[in-house]
């Protein structure tokens, strides 16, 4: 990664459509599916399989490298929130077990503090508590290469069914 480059992590149910989302936002320059958050050292190299029993505590996420002159963290955090149900624990849609869990992994304090501040805000328009997780980054993992850009390569625009 270059230095003007900067990195977020965001995990919003099944990574497919998140990933999706945020690699379409002019200035995202990469996206990769992946895990997150989990007990790694128990599991030093998750799969799939291994995150779906939900014994590791890992999330899916997506890893998400931008260019700042191009789009801000804000910007990132706009689309995050409103590409999921945060007011929903460990369950988007369907897919229910904590890897679903909503949860923002911040890289640095200025990174923690605008998720912190955005979280507030966002809050304000709801009429449950968001349940979002804003936790320090951790070790990405990233997916299997079939999770990468999975809509993409299928040709489908969503998960929903």
């Known amino acids: ?59 899916e996420v997506v890893q998400v490298i931008f260019d700042p002159k191009k789009i801000n963290y804000s910007q990132l955090l706009d689309s995050f929130w409103r590409s999921h149900d945060p007011t929903a624990l460990n369950r988007q849609g369907p897919d229910i077990g904590t890897q679903y869990r909503s949860v923002i992994f911040y890289t640095n304090e200025e990174q923690k503090k605008e998720a912190e501040d955005s979280k507030k805000e966002f809050q304000k328009n709801l009429g449950k508590p968001i349940v979002t997780q804003i936790l320090p980054a951790k070790t990405f993992f990233k997916a299997e290469e079939y999770h990468q850009h999975y809509l993409k390569k299928t040709g489908r625009v969503s998960c929903r069914i």
Do not use: R
Not at 5 to 32: M, Q, R
Not at 43 to 49: A, D, H, I, L, R
């Open 1 to 59: 990664m270059e230095n003007k480059y900067k990195k977020a992590v965001f995990g919003a149910g099944c990574f497919w459509s998140v990933e999706h989302d945020l690699s379409n936002l002019p200035g995202v320059i990469e996206t990769s599916a992946g895990y997150m958050g989990g007990d790694e050292e128990e599991y030093p190299n998750p799969t799939y399989e291994q995150v779906c029993s939900d014994k590791t505590n890992y999330a």
